[in-house]
């Protein structure tokens, strides 16, 4: 049977369910540091479900729809073990930010592998997952933010005010 994409879109779109797990798996760690290392359980609390649950569900999961509704399957590519220590919350934020960066860059590749291949279909779901994803280069890059206003490791006050900052409403927008 005909494909309805292109193979090389495929393997495009199972990268960026890759890329929604890993970041998962990056939150869920980083927010277990936080919460342990340096008793941010406010933040754990807030981000935990609000944030970093939301990359299986709202990211790979509407990936891997778009991959079903064109009939082809999704592989689930490995992902790597986490077992990152921190100096600091800050050294998370930036780390998830790096990972948000190098995400973007897959997603546009995607989007512009699936143009060269005459998935024009796959390309306009990307365009509108790109959507979902600014929201959550929005809330990295507020977090970047505002843990570079950290003085003199008051994560305390960091944890108390985190759901101020927390701008994540799923993507719906």
Known sequence: MKLLISEETNEMLDKLVQQ???????????????????????????FHEGFAHLFPIAWSDTISNIQSMYNVTTKYLPTPLDDSDYNSPREFFYKNLKYHEETYNILVQAIKVANEHGDYNVSKELDSFMRTFNKFMEQSILLVDKANTVKNDDWFTFDYMCDKFFVFDGGDD
């Open 20 to 46: 929604g797990f890993i970041l998962n798996r990056i939150w869920d760690r980083g927010l277990s540091v936080l919460n342990v290392k340096y008793a941010m359980n406010n933040f754990e609390k807030i």
